[in-house]
């Protein structure tokens, strides 16, 4: 299956949650700081296992030992694990919420540009 859609917020964070843990190199991140909490333990446990954290999100979230960036979010919730899977979408609607799951290797590529992109943009702003 090339691309799972998760609902619910409760869905969402267990399957956030998971692709953390499951991480084996590397973690990007982009969420608002509300979710970096509740993926928080997750992060730090990836953290101590020696992998690369990159975290953009919306306000003073710290996580020492990742490389934060803070800004407006204005985009959906992305986390990428291991250039290989990537989840996407919006975890404001409650049960409402949709996320879109996927190990398809050209939309984690566009997602990893997206999420560079970004980061160039706050380098910029910052002067």
Same mark, same amino acid.
């Given at each position: ?6 609902? +619910?917020?409760? #869905? ?14 590397? /973690? ?8 970096? $909490?509740? *993926?928080?333990? $997750?992060? $730090?446990?990836?953290?101590?296992? +020696?992998?690369?954290?990159? &975290?953009? =999100?919306?306000?003073?979230?710290? *996580?020492?030992?990742?490389? @934060?960036?803070?800004? &407006? ?6 986390? /990428? ?5 990537? *989840?996407?979408?919006?975890?404001? #609607?409650?049960?409402?919420? =949709? @996320? ?14 997206? *999420?560079?992109? #970004?980061?160039?943009?706050? #380098?910029?702003?910052?002067?």
């Amino acid at each position: 299956n090339e691309y799972i859609t998760i609902k +619910g917020n409760a #869905e969402i964070i267990s399957k956030l949650q998971n692709t953390v843990l499951n991480a084996k190199a590397r /973690i990007y991140v982009s969420a608002n700081a509300a979710v970096m $909490e509740l *993926l928080r333990t $997750e992060l $730090e446990d990836a953290l101590s296992r +020696g992998l690369k954290v990159v &975290v953009i =999100t919306g306000s003073d979230f710290l *996580l020492p030992g990742a490389i @934060c960036y803070n800004t &407006v979010k204005q985009q959906a919730d992305k986390l /990428i694990a291991d250039s290989q899977t990537v *989840l996407t979408g919006d975890l404001d #609607e409650g049960a409402n919420s =949709t @996320c879109l799951y996927s190990c398809k290797r050209n939309l984690v590529d566009l997602f990893k540009d997206a *999420l560079k992109n #970004e980061i160039k943009l706050i #380098e910029l702003q910052k002067g």
